[in-house]
């Protein structure tokens, strides 16, 4: 992965090169997706907003398409602190893929990821990390939903309604690990170095503070109230495609335990009876002999099936096999839990003694949890060597 990156760092090579960040340093991670407009006005209000004290060094991960790490670099030379640019020739993980980038590059104690379109007040930034050493907190969230704070900045009801939804959604979906967030779809966060443990992080799109939150687990919370501003310059980024990805980000989220994993392969499975059934009807009404059909048309389910385990339960665990190898895989044992089937029953009804229906449903609960075993093991089972190299850097 990293081969596609390119690091400029940028301001004075000096302040560059002084790794060992004070106590309280400050890594200020800022996704940029063509923002040309916005970035010098930012980097401005930071320079105005930013305590001598406080030691902070800004970088932005960006995605870019026109000319915003041209504009960085040069508005860089009138701040005071470091500006580096990431630049990422594919933006793997959209915005939270961005920022994961950054903390595993992030050298402050502290990482404060906000977007660069100035809806997130920069002031703040010092407010957080100040609240952070405060209370003792290790995630500190910028909230629109507690008092003094406010989503003025929303574009439109249908905006408002649909962020309302989604975090009780999520809310509801994580209760234990989302208490005390008031605003888990907040992009405006502080959190300490320490706790962020990025080789666990595989975020999807925008909810990068839901991944943190779910996935590391931060001991302590608290939360600062924030005015969601209007955008300074340029539209949202956000998507149709987003709000499915976010979808999608839940299901992977809830379904990190094995027992979910687990209930969610038995429920598609479940679900791959319809197209299976559906195109036996097809080809047995075409004209297909029915021994033929079944066979053809257990494909269809399993194709069904290796979709919605595909996208649903193993997202996280796709790049290390190309498709074709994952999909013939997991047919290849799809179909012998079929033909595993037979031999079982007829085992169980001959030396146990079982009469037929029981000897089934004990036959299909067995090859059901072989074959969640195999799936897992032979078709999505992450190859530590890969995790390490990536997490190298
Ligand atoms: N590097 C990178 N890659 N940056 C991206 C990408 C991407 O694919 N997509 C968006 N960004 C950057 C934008 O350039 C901006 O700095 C920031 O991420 C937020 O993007 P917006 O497009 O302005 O998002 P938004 O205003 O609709 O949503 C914001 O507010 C929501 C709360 O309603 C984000 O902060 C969301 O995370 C947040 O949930
Ligand atoms: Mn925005």
Same mark, same amino acid.
Request: aromatic fraction near 4%.
């Given at each position: 992965m990293s081969e596609d990156l390119w690091t400029r760092a940028l301001g004075d090579p000096a302040v560059e090169s @002084?790794?060992?960040? @004070?106590?309280g340093s400050v890594t200020l991670i800022i996704p940029t997706f063509n923002e040309s407009g916005n970035v010098r006005e930012l980097l401005r209000r930071l320079g105005e907003s930013l305590p001598a004290h406080l030691a902070v060094e800004v970088l932005f991960v960006d995605d870019s398409t026109d000319d915003t790490p041209e504009v960085i670099e040069k508005a @860089? $030379? !009138?701040? @005071?602190f470091p500006v580096d640019v990431l630049h990422r020739e594919q933006a793997v993980g959209g915005l939270g893929g961005a920022v994961v980038e950054g903390v595993k590059r992030a050298a402050g104690d502290w990482i404060v990821v906000m977007d660069a !379109? +100035?809806?997130?007040?920069?002031?703040l930034v010092p407010e957080l990390v100040g609240e952070g050493e405060r209370t003792g907190a290790q995630l500190v969230v910028a909230s $629109?939903?507690?008092?003094?704070?406010?989503? %003025?900045?929303? %574009?439109?009801n249908y905006r408002i309604a649909v962020s309302r939804g989604a975090t009780w959604l999520t809310k509801g979906l994580f209760p234990r690990a989302l208490?005390?967030?008031?605003?888990?779809? #907040?992009g405006f966060f502080a959190m300490r170095?320490?706790?962020?443990? %990025?080789?666990?992080l595989t975020p999807l799109g925008y909810k990068i503070l839901l991944e943190l939150a779910v /996935?590391? $687990?931060?001991a302590k919370v608290a939360e600062v109230p924030f005015v969601f501003q209007e955008r300074f310059a340029g539209e949202s980024k956000s998507t149709a495609k987003e709000g499915l990805r976010f979808l999608a980000h839940l299901a992977s989220l809830r379904t990190a335990t094995r027992l979910s994993r687990m209930a969610g392969f038995g429920l598609i499975g479940l679900s791959g009876f319809v197209p299976n059934l559906f195109a036996l009807w097809l080809l047995t009404g075409a004209g297909v002999h029915y021994l033929p059909a079944e066979i053809v048309a257990n494909q269809a389910g399993v194709l069904w099936n290796f979709v919605l385990i595909e996208t649903l339960l193993f997202r996280d665990r796709? /790049?290390? /096999?190309h498709w074709a190898d994952r999909i013939g895989r997991f047919a290849l044992l799809a179909n012998a839990d079929l033909l595993l089937r037979i031999p079982l029953i007829a085992l169980f009804v001959t030396?146990?003694? +079982? #009469?037929?229906l029981p000897a089934t449903a004990l036959a299909l609960v067995t090859t059901f949890m072989v074959r969640f075993a195999a799936t897992e093991a +032979?078709?999505? +089972?992450?190859r530590t060597g890969a995790k390490h190299r990536r997490a190298a850097r």
């Open positions: @002084a790794e060992v960040p @004070a106590p @860089a $030379r !009138d701040c @005071a !379109d +100035l809806q997130h007040p920069p002031h $629109r939903y507690i008092s003094g704070g406010s989503r %003025a900045g929303l %574009a439109g208490r005390g967030i008031s605003d888990p779809m #907040s170095r320490q706790v962020v443990t %990025a080789e666990v /996935r590391c $687990r931060p796709r /790049r290390h /096999r030396r146990f003694g +079982l #009469s037929v +032979l078709v999505y +089972l992450p």
